[in-house]
């Protein structure tokens, strides 16, 4: 499920939200798609917290980069790396020593990194949140997104937006009771990102089984 859910966050950053249910929840929405549709490239570093059903809690950091006009993406973590360069997609396993090598997905149907932190464009039902909050953070403006498929493995995303109408966190909450929280520490738009960051660098991980399934 981490990976599961880890595609569904990622696709929090890219595409022009068009909605119309909920006035309030779609001029904040609306606001968040514009500033992120200026973006070029992201840069961001974020932690993963898991409550499980059964009271285990596991947390966890990564980092993400995304060119944004090459749907190229990598998605940095302890244990697993994802590496798209716009055609390809390397998930490395780094426990298992192994490296899957898939065909990109750039359809824009899927959730995925290609279109980051604006996945909701549609399939969604939302609505202002009562967990709006004041903290650390400031201010925080909440937004409970249903999914329209029933059959989703999640009930609801919630997301949260700061001041400066970018995303503090998302929390999706799956049918089996678990959560998922991703929190964006640090944001970094529109620097220039080394090409080769979009790249499977076969070096870098030596004695890895490269598993072909193109």
Request: net charge positive; proline share 3%.
């Amino acid at each position: 499920m981490m990976m599961r859910s880890m595609l569904l966050f990622v696709a929090l950053f890219s595409a022009t939200l068009t909605f119309g249910q909920n006035n309030s929840a779609k001029k904040i929405l609306d606001e968040v798609s514009k500033k992120y549709d200026g973006y070029q490239t992201i840069q961001s570093d974020f932690t993963f917290k898991a409550a499980q059903a059964n009271g285990e809690n596991y947390t966890d950091k990564g980092q993400l980069f995304l060119n944004k006009p090459a749907n190229q993406y990598k998605i940095a973590l302890p244990t697993q790396d994802l590496i798209s360069d716009g055609k390809s997609t390397w998930s490395v396993l780094k426990e298992d020593k192994e490296v899957q090598v898939s065909e990109a997905d750039n359809s824009g149907q899927a959730i995925g990194p290609n279109n980051i932190f604006t996945f909701y464009k549609s399939g969604y039902k939302y609505v202002s949140s009562s967990n709006d909050s004041d903290g650390a953070a400031g201010k925080l403006t909440a937004v409970d997104l249903t999914p329209e498929d029933t059959k989703s493995n999640y009930s609801k995303i919630q997301v949260r937006i700061n001041k400066n109408k970018h995303i503090h966190d998302v929390t999706i909450f799956d049918k089996s009771g678990a959560k998922y929280t991703y929190t964006i520490n640090a944001l970094y738009v529109n620097n220039p990102i080394a090409g080769s960051t979009f790249q499977f660098n076969k070096g870098k991980y030596p004695g890895f089984e490269v598993v072909d399934l193109r």
